[in-house]
Nanobody
Framework: QVQLVESGGGLVQAGGSLRLSCAAS????????MGWFRQAPGKEREFVAAINWSGDSTYYADSVKGRFTISRNNAENTVYLQMNSLKPEDTAVYYC??????????????????????WGQGTQVTVSS
């Protein structure tokens, strides 16, 4: 069992940057692949970025590629999402999530929200024009 708490959201102007953090407790973060997802009002929760257990493989949605960077520090039990060149379209509640399933399935399938087992409560990111 793991508990996840996001932080770092807020209001920022277009072109600005934010760094989101996801702190894990109750278990060892290295036991999980991790993902970031977001959900805008009236829309489905969508994949943003994911990182494997050791941190040497990362994946990004096309909409954020080149602007966002996911990283992890297993010793600190923390996952990060560095968001640069923010756009109004990035406005959403951002969630971190942990995956406890089979490694081969995670690598072959990709990162969908239904694949993840534990979720944080989310942090609001608002980007103004």
């Amino acid at each position: 069992q793991v508990q996840l708490v996001e932080s770092g959201g807020g209001l920022v102007q277009a072109g600005g940057s934010l760094r989101l953090s996801c702190a894990a407790s109750g278990s060892t973060l290295g036991s999980y692949a991790m993902g970031w997802f977001r959900q805008a009002p009236g829309k489905e929760r969508e994949f943003v970025a994911a990182i494997n257990w050791s941190g040497d493989s990362t994946y990004y949605a096309d909409s954020v590629k080149g602007r966002f960077t996911i990283s992890r520090n297993n010793a600190e039990n923390t996952v990060y999402l560095q968001m640069n060149s923010l756009k109004p379209e990035d406005t959403a509640v951002y969630y971190c999530a942990a995956y406890v399933g089979y490694r081969s399935r995670w690598y072959s399938r990709g990162s969908g929200p239904n694949s993840y087992d534990y979720w944080g409560q989310g942090t609001q990111v608002t980007v103004s024009s």
